[in-house]
């Protein structure tokens, strides 16, 4: 199953057919608890299994008990807000030594925000403000956190500027669960302009040939592949080396852009099969080419064909 995504909003929803909650800065997960198991079963965005990254996560909160919950584990940074590079840390690790001693110097936080299936009971046809009150009567004290949900969405959208947060959701109270579906019936509005990008190539540090210092990017259209910029800025020397792990294999001798690419970007570049998604930071929104762009880390979780969508983080 793929979890129900939420469409862009360039305004916050009014009235009381809505219920608002915050937008976290995390990598989306179904939880799955089978009647008996210790454990959950953990799956990305794109259903692949993730449970070995996070037992932490995978601990049941309900054992003995059958259910479903959609969530979102998060990770906080220096000054306590949630920070997608931080889990950066974990996403990729499956050793199990290693995956235990981070738990330890990675702590995270699944906040459980819909309930999908309860004791054998499909909930997906049920409104969201029926299964938003058996989740929280299920989980109320557990280790997963249910985020609150708020009646205002004009304060808790000037809440989340106020406090660094990414953004907010807005939900329909009578929404459905639609597995896989992007809805109208659920609205998200980010603070800052970030987006979701393919890597095309990527150019080494200066006096190098296999560090890592830039990646060229690009946006699925109905074209191809549109060359939106070179991202530099962001990609430290622990993100260049991981990167540059992950594009040698993928090597290829053209360019994956269908449009051309500037000289000056061109230059020195190894291009790369267009598989690996990334998230930018960008100053502005609407322009062909990205300005001022940040690298923010890599989307395990995304492919290349869910961008198509036009999806926005």
């Known amino acids: 199953m793929r979890p129900m995504l939420a469409t862009p909003a360039t305004e916050v929803p009014r009235g009381e057919a809505w219920t608002h909650e915050v937008k976290w800065d995390g990598m989306r997960l179904l939880a799955e608890v089978t009647a008996g198991a210790p454990a959950a079963r953990l799956t990305s965005r794109n259903e692949n299994d993730v449970t070995p990254a996070w037992p932490d996560v995978a601990v049941s909160p309900l054992p003995g008990r059958d259910l479903v919950v959609d969530g979102e584990v998060i990770a906080l940074d220096a000054r306590g807000v949630p920070d997608f590079r931080v889990l950066q840390e974990r996403m990729h690790v499956r050793n199990r030594r290693t995956v235990a001693r981070l738990v330890e110097q990675v702590p995270v936080t699944f906040m459980a925000f819909d309930l999908l299936r309860l004791d054998g009971h499909d909930l997906t046809a049920r409104p969201l403000q029926e299964r938003r009150a058996l989740l929280e009567e299920a989980l ?42 992007r809805s109208p019936h659920w609205l998200k509005r980010a603070h800052r302009h970030r987006r ?118």
């Open 140 to 181: 109320d004290g557990g280790a997963w956190q249910v985020p609150p949900a708020y009646d205002d969405g004009e304060m808790l959208w000037e809440a989340t500027a106020q406090q660094g947060l990414e953004g907010i959701v807005s939900k329909r109270r009578d929404s459905r669960y639609r597995p896989g579906e």
């Open 196 to 313: 979701s990008y393919v890597v095309g190539g990527w150019r080494p540090q200066e006096g190098t040939s296999d560090r890592l210092a830039a990646l060229l990017v690009g946006e699925p259209t109905p074209a191809g592949l549109a060359y939106r910029g070179r991202v530099g800025s962001g990609i430290g020397a622990r993100a260049g080396r991981a990167l540059g792990a992950l594009v040698v294999d993928l090597a290829r001798e053209q360019s994956p852009f269908h449009d051309e690419v500037p000289r000056v970007d061109a230059a020195g570049t190894h291009w790369v099969e267009p598989r690996l998604v990334v998230d930018v930071d960008t100053h502005g929104a609407g322009y062909q080419r990205l300005r001022q762009p940040s690298f923010r880390g890599l989307r395990e979780d995304l492919a290349p064909e869910d961008l198509a969508e036009g999806t926005l983080r």
